[in-house]
C-alpha cells in the first residue's frame, strides 16, 4: 500500500509463486532453472541437470558438508497479517502518513508505504535436508518532502522487522520527528566540505560497517581471487582493539534473522574482527570448500527467481565498554561533525561514500547547529583504522528495504552499531 | 488470457486493461575466468487494472492458470480504497502500430554453446596476468500482450541480450574494478564484442598509475559512464510525477531555455534494435519520441495514463508496468544529443575532449550515484574510476577524490560534446566537458 501526498496511490492485494531447482553433477557446474509454473517442477529438473552436463570444469566445484537438517522452523506472526482488512492497514498508514504532513505546509510532498508478507520456503536437497519455514515481514515507510524556494529537503523513516501486524503500531512521533528535520533542514548550512572527527549514530555506523567493511568479508569476493585472498587474510589487522565486528544470522526476532539459510545451513554469530584482527568471513557451502573452512549459514536468495548467494544478516559492530556514552566521545573534539541516519551508501570495494540523513557541527566538545548535505567518503583499511572511540549504547537498527548484490534486491537485513567515532574521515558538501 | 480476463471484468467493473508477459532467460556465467553456471529462467504473469465507480484497483499473478474471477475480484476489492481518478482507457489506435524491430531470430535462437563462446572469446581476450575476469552473456525473449476493455490490443515480441564483462585488478590495498557491457535486442558481432574489449583495454591501460588528484573548481570530462549523475536529476525533474507532485524544479518551466542550447534530450520507443523499444506501451498507449529537452530547452515531461489525467493532459505512451504493482511512468530509451553528433571508432578515453584541459578530471564512474537528494541537482561524489589530464593528456588514475556540482548549472554552459557516443545500457550519450566542477582531495 502506498500514498503520495494526501492521496492512495496503491493498494494490492499479491500472490507469488514459483520453484528453483540447482544441480550440480560430478565435474561440472550448476545448472539452474527458475520458474513460475509448479506443474513444470519434473521439467524444469530435467533442464538444470542438462545445464549442468553442459558446463564442464577442470576444477571440480565442491559443497562443504552441512549434516542434514529436517526441521519445521516456523516464526512467529505477532499479529497475521493475512487476516488484517486491507482497510485497517490504509488507516494505519494514513495515521503516519499524515503525522508527517501535519507538520508544517512546508511539507509539499510525502511517500508512505506498508508492505507485509508471509513466504512459505520449502526447501530439499539430494543429501537429505527437508525443511519448512514461515517467514513473516511486515515494513512501514515514509519520506516527507519539504520545500522552500528551489531548495528541497527530505527526511526518512523506515522500520521493518520480521514480525506482524501488532509490531507496526504506534510510530506516529518517528514519522512526525523526520518531517520535522527535513523543514528545519531548509534552513540548515551545508557542511563545508573538509576532514573532520567524525562521530557517527548508531543507524549509519551500521550502514557503515555493513557498506563498507560487510561486503568484503562475504567470502564470495575472495575465494576465487588470491590478491583478494591476500588482502582480506585472517589475522590482518583492521582497527584498533576498541573494534569488534560480526554477523549473526541466529539472532532473535532481527529482520535478517533466519533458523535456516536457502541451503538449508543453520544460520550462527560469526565473529569477523576481533579486538581489531580480522578473523573470520561468511560463507556459502562452495565457499568454505574452497577455503577449507566452515559453512556460516550466510548463502540466501531473494526468492526463487534466484540461486542462494553469500549475504550478510544482523551485521553489528559490538558495543564498547558500558557506560561509555556520547559525551565521551565527543567532549575532546574541538570542531567535528556529527552525521547522523543514512539516505544510502554504496561502496566499490575499498572505497566507500555515504550519504548521511542529518548532522551536526560539534564545536568546542559540543553538538551546536544542524548542517545538510553530509556526505561521508573515504577509504575503508583507513577509515576502520582511524576507528578510535566506540560507546556502550548499541541499538539494532531495523529498517526496510534491504540489501542489494548481484541483482539481487532487496534482501532483508539488520545492521546494529553503538555511537563509534573516527578519530578523521572526509566529509564532502561545499568543497 | 487478456480477452477472456478483459471479458470477466466487463462484467463486474466499467473498465479494465491488462498486461500479460512471458520471459524465458538463458544465461551463463565466468567466475574469475572460468565457466561456472548456465541457467534459465522461466516466468509468466499477469497484471489486471480495473475501474470501478471511477476508482482505480489493481491486482496480479504468477498462477499458471489464473482464475480471472479472482483476479477480477482482487483487483475491485483493491478499487473500493483507492482515490477517484478521471481516467479514460485508449481506444484502438486509427493507425497501425509503428514497425520497429524488437525481435531478432538469432538472438532467439542462439544455442547455449554460442553464447558460452562469447562469453569464452572475451575471458581469454581480457586475460591479464594479476587480474580477475567476470563475465555473463544473458539473452530474454519476452512475449507480451497488452489490452483493454476500449478495445485497443497490442502484442509483440522482443529479444535482449546483455554481455556484461568486468576485471578487477587488487594490488596490496588498491582495488581496481573496470566494468563494461554491451546491451542490444540482437546479437552482438565479434567486432562489437572486440569494441568491448578494446574499451576496458583503454582505461585499464591508463588506470595503472595512479596519479595526485587536483583541486578546485576545474574542467571535468564526464564518460557516458560517468555522466549518470548529471543525467540522473533531469530525468527525475522531467517525469510528470514529480511534476504533478511539486518537487520538480522543472515544473512551470516549458519551453525556458535552461541549458547550453545545443542540448537535447528524447525519449525514444521506436529506436530499431533496442531491448527498450516497444510499438505500444504497457497501457495500450503507442508509441512515439518525447523531446524532453529541445536545443536547450524544456520540452514536454513524460507520462503514463494515471499522471496525465491527474494533470490533465495526455499520455506520452511512458506507462510501465510489472506483474504486481500498478502501471507507472518509465522511460524507455534516453537519447541525449548535441554537438554534430559525429562518432568515431573506437574512441579514445575523453571523447576527444581534453586536448584543452590545463588540469582536471575524466570522470568514469563515480560512487554512491542515486543516493541523497537527487533531484535538487546538487551532488557530490568519491570518485570510483577517474583520470587526471594535465596539458591535454591522461596522466593517470586519480584515487580519494570527490567531485560536486549541480547538474542545472553545470547543463548551462557544456565545453564539448564528445565524439564517442554510446549506448550504456537503455541510454545514449557521448561524454560531456563541464567546466567549474569541484574537485576536493583528501
Not at chain 1, 559443497?63 to 488507516?91: I, S
Not at chain 1, 569476493?221 to 585472498?229: G, I, K, T
Not at chain 2, 532467460?25 to 548456465?38: I, M, P, Y
Amino acid at each position: 500500500m502506498a500514498f503520495r501526498g494526501r492521496r492512495l496511490e496503491t493498494a494490492t492485494v499479491s500472490e507469488d509463486q514459483g520453484g528453483f531447482v540447482r544441480v550440480l553433477n560430478p565435474g561440472h557446474g550448476w545448472g539452474i532453472a527458475s520458474f513460475t509454473s509448479l506443474d513444470e517442477l519434473p521439467a524444469m529438473v530435467k533442464r538444470a541437470n542438462e545445464l549442468s552436463n553442459a558446463v564442464r570444469l577442470d576444477e571440480p566445484i565442491r559443497l562443504a558438508d552441512v549434516a542434514p537438517q529436517t526441521a519445521d522452523a516456523v516464526l512467529e506472526l505477532d499479529g497475521d497479517v493475512r487476516g488484517v482488512p486491507l482497510a485497517e492497514k490504509k488507516k494505519l498508514l494514513d495515521r503516519y502518513n499524515s503525522a508527517m504532513l501535519a507538520v508544517s505546509n512546508k511539507i509539499v510532498d510525502t511517500q508512505s508505504s506498508y508492505r507485509d508478507e508471509v513466504s512459505e520456503v520449502w526447501y530439499v536437497n539430494s543429501e537429505g535436508t527437508s525443511l519448512y519455514q514461515r517467514r513473516p515481514e511486515v515494513v512501514v515507510s515514509g519520506t516527507a518532502i519539504a520545500r522552500r524556494n528551489g531548495d528541497i529537503e527530505k527526511g526518512l523513516e523506515s522500520i521493518g522487522l520480521r514480525k506482524g501486524w501488532n509490531s507496526v503500531q504506534g510510530f506516529e512521533e518517528r514519522f512526525r520527528v523526520v518531517a520535522q528535520r527535513a523543514v528545519d533542514l531548509l534552513a540548515a548550512p551545508r557542511v563545508r566540505g573538509a576532514s573532520y572527527p567524525v562521530i557517527l549514530d548508531n543507524e549509519l555506523a551500521g550502514v557503515f560497517i555493513h557498506e563498507a567493511f560487510g561486503h568484503l568479508s562475504e567470502a564470495d569476493f575472495v575465494y576465487e581471487n588470491p590478491q583478494a585472498r591476500e588482502m582480506m587474510t585472517l589475522g590482518r589487522r583492521f582497527g584498533k582493539p576498541v573494534l569488534n565486528v560480526g554477523d549473526n544470522g541466529a539472532a532473535k526476532g532481527l529482520r535478517g534473522t533466519l533458523p535456516y539459510d536457502d541451503e538449508g545451513t543453520p544460520t550462527q554469530d560469526t565473529p569477523l574482527i576481533k579486538e581489531g584482527i580480522l578473523v573470520g568471513r561468511l560463507h556459502s557451502r562452495e565457499t568454505a570448500a574452497k577455503l577449507g573452512e566452515r559453512p556460516t549459514g550466510n548463502a540466501r536468495a531473494i526468492s526463487f527467481r534466484h540461486p542462494p548467494i553469500v549475504r550478510m544478516t544482523n551485521t553489528y559492530i559490538a558495543p564498547g565498554k558500558k557506560g561509555i556514552g556520547f559525551n565521551d566521545l565527543i567532549s575532546d573534539i574541538k570542531l567535528g561533525v556529527y552525521a547522523c541516519g543514512a539516505f544510502g551508501g554504496q561502496t566499490m570495494l575499498e572505497n566507500f561514500s555515504f550519504t548521511a540523513g542529518w548532522g551536526y557541527m560539534i564545536r568546542d566538545g559540543k553538538v551546536a547547529e544542524l548542517v545538510k548535505d553530509v556526505v561521508l567518503a573515504g577509504n575503508l583499511f583507513q577509515t576502520l583504522d582511524r576507528i578510535d572511540h566506540i560507546a556502550g549504547d548499541f541499538t539494532w537498527n531495523q529498517m526496510g528495504g534491504g540489501c542489494g548484490k548481484g541483482g539481487q534486491f532487496p534482501l532483508p537485513v539488520t545492521e546494529g552499531a553503538p555511537h563509534v567515532r573516527i578519530e578523521e574521515a572526509l566529509i564532502g558538501g561545499d568543497v | 488470457m487478456i480477452d477472456r480476463l478483459l471479458e470477466s471484468a466487463r462484467a463486474r467493473v466499467d473498465g479494465a486493461d491488462a498486461l500479460w508477459r512471458r520471459e524465458e532467460q538463458t544465461a551463463v556465467t565466468f567466475e574469475s575466468g572460468r565457466l561456472k553456471s548456465a541457467g534459465i529462467s522461466e516466468e509468466a504473469g499477469l497484471n489486471l487494472r480495473v475501474l470501478a465507480k471511477g476508482r482505480m484497483g489493481v491486482a496480479g499473478t504468477t498462477a499458471a492458470k489464473p482464475d480471472p474471477k479472482e483476479l477480477v475480484a482482487r483487483a475491485a476489492a483493491s478499487a473500493e480504497l483507492g482515490e477517484s481518478v478521471d481516467l479514460a482507457f485508449p481506444a484502438p489506435s486509427p493507425q497501425s502500430l509503428t514497425p520497429i524491430p524488437t525481435f531478432f531470430d538469432r538472438t532467439a535462437n542462439a544455442s547455449l554453446a554460442e553464447l558460452i563462446r562469447m562469453g569464452r572469446l572475451l575471458v581469454e581476450r581480457l586475460a591479464r596476468p594479476e587480474c580477475q575476469v567476470n563475465v555473463s552473456v544473458q539473452r530474454e525473449v519476452a512475449d507480451t500482450a497488452v489490452g483493454n476493455t476500449a478495445g485497443a490490443r497490442g502484442e509483440y515480441r522482443a529479444t535482449g541480450i546483455g554481455v556484461t564483462a568486468e576485471i578487477t585488478r587488487i594490488a596490496g590495498d588498491d582495488v581496481l574494478m573496470i566494468y563494461d557491457q554491451y546491451v542490444g535486442a540482437d546479437l552482438p558481432s565479434d567486432a562489437d564484442l572486440e569494441t568491448l574489449v578494446r574499451s576496458i583495454e583503454t582505461r585499464l591501460t591508463a588506470a595503472l598509475k595512479i596519479v595526485t588528484p587536483p583541486d578546485g573548481a576545474l574542467p571535468v570530462v564526464f564518460t557516458p559512464a560517468g555522466l549518470a549523475a548529471v543525467v540522473l536529476p533531469l530525468e527525475q525533474a522531467l517525469s510528470g510525477k514529480t511534476v504533478l507532485q511539486g518537487s520538480s524544479p522543472l515544473a512551470g518551466k516549458v519551453g525556458e531555455t535552461l541549458f547550453d542550447a545545443r542540448l537535447s534530450i528524447f525519449d525514444d520507443p521506436l529506436t530499431p534494435g533496442r531491448p527498450s523499444s516497444r510499438p505500444i506501451d504497457d497501457e495500450c498507449v503507442p508509441s512515439r519520441a518525447t523531446g524532453l529537452v529541445e536545443r536547450g530547452a524544456v520540452g514536454r515531461f513524460v507520462y503514463d495514463l494515471e499522471t496525465a489525467a491527474r494533470a490533465k493532459t495526455q499520455s506520452t505512451g511512458n506507462g510501465r508496468r510489472g506483474v504486481f504493482g500498478k502501471p507507472h511512468i518509465g522511460y524507455t530509451n534516453v537519447l541525449l544529443r548535441g554537438g554534430d553528433g559525429h562518432v568515431t571508432g573506437v574512441p579514445l578515453l575523453g571523447g576527444g575532449l581534453i586536448a584543452d584541459i590545463q588540469d582536471g578530471l575524466i570522470v568514469d564512474d563515480l560512487i554512491g550515484v542515486g543516493q541523497g537528494n537527487v533531484i535538487s541537482g546538487a551532488f557530490s561524489h568519491p570518485v570510483g574510476l577517474a583520470y587526471r589530464v594535465q596539458r591535454g593528456e591522461v596522466t593517470g588514475r586519480v584515487k580519494d577524490a570527490a567531485v560536486a556540482g549541480n547538474a542545472y548549472d553545470l547543463l548551462k554552459r557544456i565545453g564539448g560534446f564528445g565524439n564517442d557516443g554510446r549506448w550504456l545500457g537503455s541510454r545514449w550519450s557521448p561524454s560531456l566537458l563541464l567546466d567549474g566542477v569541484s574537485i576536493a582531495r583528501r
